[in-house]
Structures are given as structure tokens and as C-alpha cells.
């Protein structure tokens, strides 16, 4: 029997994750919040990985796992598949999506406010790309739980420097 | 021969040129009266500044909603003051016109007011509201940065929204 719910659901239950966590529960203490919240995604993404690899046979080598995870993982999860691939073949892969879908209504506020405190760089587009990237450590946690449940020890990072394209950034550990 | 309208005292406005653009101005208001959004196309005069123009705006629209719930010669219902009603509830007034322009309106149930001021020929535009709700619940609702009760700044929102309004006929 398969059970669904709708989509919006989903995201609005992932942004209130985020603003709990950062708001509530860890407050001024982002990095707190952010290792909260990839612990969440490590565990999603174990079970998601079992869920999704039950027929199949074991990976042949990493490669072959990561291109699971931009094919068959990333359609059943975001319904779409990874644009880009690049790898050093020494252990780092860059997955590109140019559309990343949690990310498709994120719009930063165009006109920065004006901040007296620090001079140095445009602050209000700092403090909006701080509170952007909160949102990918979810992911990052995912893909991360992924790749440990097929045997892959890694470290996952995100970067936003161009919406709503997003890269990942995974490390495998040797 | 036309005795209103037309003429030297109240002229009509110019037909909108081929390139579309019929709207003059947009107000999305919150339930407390926040001017989330105003947008500005065409609009040749300012009689007041924008903080009693908003003011202006919202207060006409509240009082016009409660007048025309209790002038309804035919639903009882009159509703409470101030508290949106579901679609087809009571009595729901949608547009006025002027020989200058035409103002449609439309209120949903989370007490979001969408007013867009166009030109006097434009059709039934309360579909095309429902439409711009939609715009909104899609990118200003669900975007995660975007703090309820605060002016809206998405940019993916206003090109969505230019886009739409543009290819009103």
C-alpha cells in the first residue's frame, strides 16, 4: 500500500526543521544546529539508501555508487537526476544540480539593508547566504548517510555561490 | 452621441499600446494591514505619499467589504467585521471602475488582499488574482528566508510577477 503525502508537506516540514533548530533549539550556535540537522539527513539517507538499493547487486567500486546516487537516488528523491559529474579520481566528486529543488524558491533580497556594524563586505548578503546554507545540511547529511550505508566512509559539503544552481562536494575517505 | 464619457472635463485614458502592459499598479495587503507589496507600471500621477496611500488603500477596501455585506439585498449572512470569509461565502465584492481606471480586488481566506488598479476596459480579472495568489503561495510562502508579515522582496516573485501581469490582456 502506498502511503503519500503532499510535496509541500514536505518542504514546509523541512523549513521548519531548519528554523527550529537554528532558532529554537541552537540558537546563536549555528554550527551546533547544522551538525543537528546532517545527523537527521545522515539517518534519512541510511534508510532511503536501503529502501532504494533492495534489488540491486553491490557496487563495484565508488564510482559506481556515486552514479547511483545521481541517477536512481536523486530521481525518486528530488525527482530529477544530477546535471553535472566531476571527479579527481582521487577520492573528491562534485555533483552539479543546476535546479536543486528545496532550493527553487529561495530568492535573496535584492537590495541589501543598510548595516552600520560591519563595514568590510556586503553584510545583508552574507547573513542571507549563511541562512541559505543552512538549508543544504540536510542534503548533505543525506547523501553522506547514503554512501556509508553502501560502505563509503565521506565527508559531504555544499556550495551555493550561484542559485539555484548547487554543487556537493563529497570526499571519500581513504 | 455619448454624453458621459469622452469628453474634454473627464477624458478617457489612452488605449494601452501593442506592447501589453495594461496594469498601473499592484497592493498585496496582509491581514493586519501590512503593505507586503506594491508595485508601481504605469502611474503617471502621485497625489500622496506611500505610507498614507497604503493606509488609504486598505482602509477604503476594509470599509467597501463591510458596505456592501450590509447593503446585500439578498444573503443574510453578514459575516463579522474584519474576518476574511471562504470563497462564495456572504458577500464578496471583487472590482470597481472609474472612467479612469478599474480596481479588482480579491481576498483570500488567510486574509491576503490582492488589489490591481489596470485600465477601465479590462475584463473579469478575478481568475487572474487567483493566479497571482498562486505566484505568491509558490515563491514568497514556501520560500524558506521569507519571514511572514514582512514586506515581500523575492526576486524570483517579481519577475514571475511582471511576467504575468504583462500578458493580462
Not at chain 2, 42 to 60: A, C, E, S, Y
Request: hydrophobic share 35%.
Amino acid at each position: 500500500m502506498v502511503r503519500e503525502v503532499a510535496e509541500s508537506c514536505v518542504d514546509t516540514m523541512l523549513m521548519e526543521m531548519v528554523a527550529m533548530y537554528s532558532g529554537r533549539f541552537y540558537a546563536n550556535k549555528p554550527e551546533l544546529a547544522a551538525r543537528r540537522i546532517e545527523a537527521i539527513g545522515y539517518q534519512v539517507g541510511h534508510q532511503l539508501s536501503e529502501r532504494y538499493t533492495m534489488e540491486r547487486p553491490r557496487f563495484s567500486d565508488h564510482l559506481e555508487a556515486i552514479k547511483f546516487i545521481c541517477k536512481d537516488f536523486w530521481s525518486e528523491v528530488f525527482k530529477k537526476q544530477i546535471d553535472n559529474l566531476k571527479t579527481n579520481h582521487r577520492g573528491t566528486f562534485v555533483l552539479q544540480d543546476n535546479k536543486f529543488r528545496w532550493l527553487s524558491r529561495v530568492s535573496i533580497d535584492p537590495s541589501p539593508e543598510k548595516e552600520t556594524e560591519d563595514p568590510l563586505s556586503t553584510p545583508g548578503e552574507s547573513k542571507a547566504a549563511q541562512a541559505v546554507s543552512m538549508y543544504l545540511y540536510f542534503p548533505c547529511g543525506i547523501i553522506r548517510g547514503v554512501l556509508s550505508n553502501l560502505g563509503i566512509p565521506c565527508a559531504v559539503s555544499a556550495d551555493i555561490s550561484s542559485l539555484p544552481t548547487c554543487s556537493f562536494v563529497i570526499r571519500v575517505k581513504a | 452621441m455619448q454624453f458621459f464619457g469622452g469628453s474634454e472635463i473627464s477624458p478617457s485614458p489612452p488605449v494601452p499600446t501593442a506592447s501589453g502592459n495594461n496594469a498601473h499598479m499592484m497592493y498585496v495587503f496582509n491581514r493586519n494591514g501590512v503593505c507586503l507589496l506594491y508595485k508601481e507600471w504605469n502611474r503617471p500621477l502621485h497625489t500622496l505619499n506611500p505610507q498614507q496611500d497604503h493606509k488609504l488603500m486598505f482602509g477604503l477596501l476594509f470599509s467597501l467589504k463591510s458596505l456592501t455585506a450590509k447593503m446585500d439585498p439578498v444573503n443574510a449572512d453578514k459575516g463579522n467585521l474584519g474576518v476574511p470569509q471562504l470563497p462564495g461565502q456572504g458577500c464578496s465584492f471583487h472590482s470597481f471602475r472609474t472612467n479612469t481606471y478599474k480596481l479588482s480586488f480579491m481576498e483570500t481566506p488567510s486574509g491576503i488582499k490582492i488589489i490591481l488598479v489596470t485600465h477601465p476596459k479590462t475584463g473579469d480579472l478575478r481568475e487572474s488574482l487567483k493566479y497571482i495568489y498562486g505566484l505568491y503561495v509558490e515563491y514568497v510562502v514556501k520560500n524558506p528566508i521569507y519571514s511572514p508579515g514582512s514586506p515581500i522582496k523575492s526576486e524570483l516573485f517579481n519577475t514571475a510577477l511582471d511576467q504575468y501581469v504583462r500578458s493580462i490582456s
